[in-house]
């Protein structure tokens, strides 16, 4: 019946209603001087009507008993009614603050106020007939009802006013009197309840209230110390508009960042700041937010200041009056244009090359599908162009790669402006990876594209300077191009792309530094090719390579002084397929390495069962030469073996020094060490030098079959450079062997140009391991 008919406010319960478990301060003390001022407010008029009633009944009941029983009380109601009436005048306005002292000292004044009534009923109740009890039992009430009303916000004092008037009205009723009645004291007792809950409730929502007001107070002064620190120490403003989009309130740091001074925003139109062109959607979509009054969140703006483009990001919420009327908008606002600029150079890495400033593979990808697509769609050639620079390790390799990056920014700067004046518009040039480069063009008809890569070849074979001024001198790399056309060569991007990567390998077969179209016949190559790399990858574990032997005979005595090892492919479909086709796949795609490894082991095994003077010859390819380990295979098939390293010569080419590998060079150096001789292979095709004789020790050199075949007598051409190649083999104590001998007369010819040892078919052609172990053997029985 007494629970307040709402929730219970955080620190306000029943103990802080009945005046207890309050503070001495703060707003504790607020709270009891706002119930000392309504108290204060109530006294006049309350107290007023009490003594004009007291009045009333002494008027008609005062004769009933002697004057000087009435006086104690009389006396204590008329002193405490008019010192309440004096400082209730005396003491406006109220003090906003009371101590707890004050509060107990007024309750009992109003304690003692009730008593003095009931003793006045006390002692004058028996002394009057049953009516005039009654109307002085009426009188009480009235009184009791006033002195509650007047401190209804002082529970402890309406509690025990109700009951101290209660019990005299109760005590001075005689025995057997007609209202000595059960049912009048349940409603005395009725009314008593009825005004302590009203107290009660009273005082609770008072407090309640007082409280939320205080809190209010607070998180107000919180919250506007929070924005005053937020629009201080950060990079964030408060925007206000009014109804029609305009600026209603601008914070020091709004006009900072607006770089306008306060009076010179205000009133101005939000939308008047932007720059409509480049906000695009986002400008109209803050338009329609105003206009259609709803909220906008995180909409990114753009912001001219004189030369200077800032970006905001802005944000808000319609705001409504008391009544409900729309008013305008209230948000914030934030610059975020580091945040824009820095995601925009986060986009130009993501789909340009950051060394050339090219489209990368990712952005020419996508561009890539567009053309083709619209290729395929309106049947208008779009071309693919391939640009792989023919020599860019050398320049990485001899400048260093600061002289290699250098080189590639020139070589986009020249295939942008190139691209630029032969193509209007469209065309997309992109850096793919290392020194690999595509041209795009949309609009490529056949004899376009044909134009504009032998332009691009032509260009690229341009000497580019390296350095300021060209102090770390040019270099020429030239370039080699391999285009294809869609929809004519291809119609999705996948196939494009693998018809100009044919194109470009024919030319890097053909020699580079040329342009060349892909023609259908390439995708058949290319299709052999990769049946030819799938069967090699498993030939030598289904058996199908074979050594061969061919004899290397002592041209003063014509004895055999060893073999040379061949390698043979037979193919179960394509029969036996030439060296000359399998063994550059096998070099391409790593098979060299366990092919080689395997040639090394067989060569030596049937080495071992020939006489100790016939040595064994092995290619090496120069894949073979940059592993690590080849020294310890060899040395491993040696010892399997038990042939003498001094029986196995590897045979080499000059170009195996081109690139003076470190790798190359540890290699050489340890299988020299081990025993193993050299033999250098196909000497004067090629890069012949005296430079490359000095990188290994060589302890033979093989004149080329091209010179042999040429060689007709003494005296001609060819004969001349055989007869430079021994006496210079011969000053660097090495061993020629003449390949390609064929002939009586060419064999007698070498041998009168002083080689030492020849190799061809006079003396046998190739063949399998068992004739050749046969041939060495019978003549050693022999």
Not at 138 to 158: D, E, H, K, Q, R
Not at 613 to 624: A, D, K, L, R
């Amino acid at each position: 019946m007494l629970k307040p008919p709402v929730q219970m406010v955080r620190d306000v319960g029943w103990r802080q209603v009945l005046g207890l478990g309050q503070g001495d301060g703060g707003f504790w003390a607020s709270v009891r001087g706002r119930q000392l001022a309504q108290l204060n407010q109530n006294v006049p008029f309350n107290v007023g009507l009490l003594a004009l009633n007291l009045v009333t009944v002494l008027a008609a009941f005062g004769d009933a008993v002697t004057f000087a029983a009435l006086a104690p009380w009389l006396a204590g109601i008329l002193v405490l009614a008019g010192f309440w009436i004096w400082r209730a005048i005396s003491r406006r306005p109220a003090s906003p603050q009371a101590s707890k002292l004050l509060y107990w000292q007024v309750t009992l004044e109003i304690v003692a106020l009730a008593w003095f009534w009931a003793g006045l009923v006390v002692t004058l109740a028996p002394a009057l007939p049953a009516t005039s009890q009654a109307v002085l039992m009426l009188f009480s009430l009235i009184f009791m009802g006033a002195v509650a009303n007047c401190a209804a916000t002082m529970p402890p004092a309406v509690l025990v006013v109700c009951v101290s008037i209660a019990a005299g009205m109760v005590l001075g009723l005689p025995q057997g009197a007609p209202l000595d009645h059960p049912l009048v004291l349940l409603a005395l007792a009725s009314f008593v309840a009825i005004k302590l809950r009203a107290s009660l409730v009273t005082t609770y929502h008072t407090m309640a209230r007082l409280k939320s007001e205080a809190d209010l107070r607070e998180q107000g002064e919180v919250v506007r110390l929070l924005l005053n620190e937020y629009e201080s120490n950060g990079s964030d403003w408060l925007l206000e508009l009014d109804g029609l989009g305009r600026i209603t309130h601008v914070t020091p740091r709004f006009a900072d960042v607006a770089r306008r001074r306060r009076g010179d925003l205000l009133g101005q139109p939000l939308l008047a700041l932007l720059d409509p062109v480049q906000g695009g959607a986002t400008t109209a979509a803050l338009a329609h937010a105003l206009k259609q009054r709803e909220p906008f969140r995180d909409l990114v703006v753009p912001v001219p200041l004189g030369r200077d483009l800032r970006w905001w990001a802005l944000s808000g919420t319609p705001k409504q009056d008391a009544a409900g009327n729309f008013t305008g908008f209230r948000g914030v606002g934030r610059d975020v244009t580091d945040v824009r600029r820095s995601q925009e150079r986060i986009a130009q890495l993501a789909r340009f090359d950051p060394l050339t400033g090219l489209a990368n593979r990712s952005l020419f990808r996508e561009t890539l599908d567009e053309v083709v697509e619209r290729a395929v769609l309106t049947g208008r050639a779009a071309a693919l162009l391939f640009v792989d620079l023919d020599r860019f390790k050398a320049v990485n390799d001899g400048f260093g790669h600061a002289a290699g990056d250098l080189l590639l920014r020139q070589v986009a700067q020249r295939l942008h402006a190139l691209v630029k004046s032969q193509v209007k518009g469209g065309a997309t040039v992109a850096r793919l990876g290392g020194d690999e480069f595509a041209v795009l063009l949309p609009d490529g008809q056949p004899e376009r594209a044909e134009r504009l890569a032998q332009r691009i070849v032509a260009e690229m074979a341009r000497p580019f300077p390296l350095g300021e001024e060209g102090r770390a001198g040019a270099a020429i790399v030239g370039a080699s191009v391999g285009w294809a056309l869609a929809p004519s060569d291809a119609d999705t991007p996948e196939d494009l792309l693998r018809c100009a990567d044919l194109a470009l390998y024919r030319v890097k077969e053909q020699g580079r530094g040329a342009a060349c179209r892909f023609h259908p016949e390439m995708a058949q190559a290319a299709a052999e090719r990769r049946k030819l790399e799938a069967d090699l990858s498993d030939a030598l574990a289904r058996g199908e390579l074979r050594l061969e032997f061919q004899p290397v005979v002592d041209s003063g005595d014509e004895r055999i002084t060893g073999f040379e090892a061949l390698l043979r492919w037979h193919h179960p479909e394509l029969g036996l397929v030439s060296p000359l086709d399998f063994v550059p796949v096998a070099e391409d795609t790593g098979l060299i390495v366990p092919i080689g490894a395997w040639v090394i082991d067989e060569a030596l095994a049937w080495a071992a069962r020939w006489p100790a003077h016939v040595g064994i010859s092995v290619n090496i390819s120069p894949v073979q030469m940059e592993e690590a380990d080849l020294p310890d295979q060899i040395a491993a098939a040696l010892a399997r073996h038990g042939v003498a390293a001094s029986r196995l010569e590897l045979e080499i080419t000059e170009g195996l020094f081109l690139a003076e590998k470190p790798a190359v060079v540890a290699v050489l150096t340890r299988l020299t060490a081990m025993g193993v001789s050299f033999a250098l292979d196909d000497f004067g095709t090629g890069y012949s030098a005296l430079g490359t004789l000095q990188k290994a020790s060589f302890s033979r050199i093989k004149i080329d079959r091209s010179f042999v075949a040429r060689a007709a007598a003494m005296g001609d051409e060819a004969s001349a450079i055989i007869q430079a190649i021994v006496r210079l083999a011969a000053s660097l104590d090495m061993q020629t062997t003449a390949e390609g001998t064929e002939t009586r007369a060419a064999f007698e010819l070498c041998r009168q140009l002083g080689c030492t040892q020849v190799q061809g078919y006079l003396f046998g052609k190739p063949m399998p391991p068992e004739d050749a172990t046969r041939l060495v053997c019978d003549v050693v029985e022999a």
